[in-house]
């Protein structure tokens, strides 16, 4: 009996001291006073939106980055989601609002380009879908839910994400913020 409680002391001891050392070393250095964090890309608010290259119905290159200085709305859709065809005349109006100081851009979600291109004429769409028919930039932006919208300052950060319908309120809410920052 002895024997097994010093044993047990010697183990409980040992996971103590290793659980300490692995705190120690897997901790982040705290950042110098009145240095700026860094911004490294990841879909989450305050991280750079990730960069992608996708094509749009009109067969051009949409590219997210060549539209820093811009602020953009991204919408994640699909034509089979009720509440992305709710919304869709928000985006649209808002496109039409603000052209030239916002950049409204539709991602539909895994569809290829049959479904989605009389859908867009259908419901009117004239602001860029960038089709991602292998939901390759819906897996990097972790969208589980449609739609999804990330809201994006001039600088390329993201600064909110909304999942669910934006309804106009929001979305003129959200892009005056954008505008304002």
């Known amino acids: 009996m002895p024997q097994s409680r010093f044993t047990w002391t010697l183990l409980l001891i040992g996971s103590f001291l290793l659980g300490v050392a692995w705190i120690i070393e897997s901790r982040e250095e705290p950042a110098e006073a009145g240095a700026a964090p860094s911004a490294s890309e990841a879909p989450a608010v305050g991280h750079l939106a990730p960069d992608f290259t996708l094509e749009t119905l009109t067969g051009e290159s949409f590219t997210l980055s060549d539209y820093r200085g811009q602020p953009v709305v991204l919408n994640f859709w699909a034509t089979w989601c009720p509440p992305c065809r709710a919304e869709i005349p928000f985006f649209q109006a808002a496109s039409r609002k603000y052209n030239g100081q916002v950049a409204v851009i539709g991602i539909d979600d895994g569809e290829p380009r049959g479904i989605v291109a009389p859908f867009v004429a259908e419901m009117g ?57």
């Open 125 to 181: 769409m004239t602001y860029p879908v960038p089709l991602d028919e292998t939901s390759e930039v819906s897996r990097r932006y972790r969208i589980n839910s449609l739609p999804t919208t990330y809201f994006i300052d001039s600088a390329g950060t993201i600064q909110n994400i909304h999942i669910g319908i934006v309804n106009q309120a929001v979305l003129d809410d959200q892009i005056s913020q954008l505008l304002d920052s």
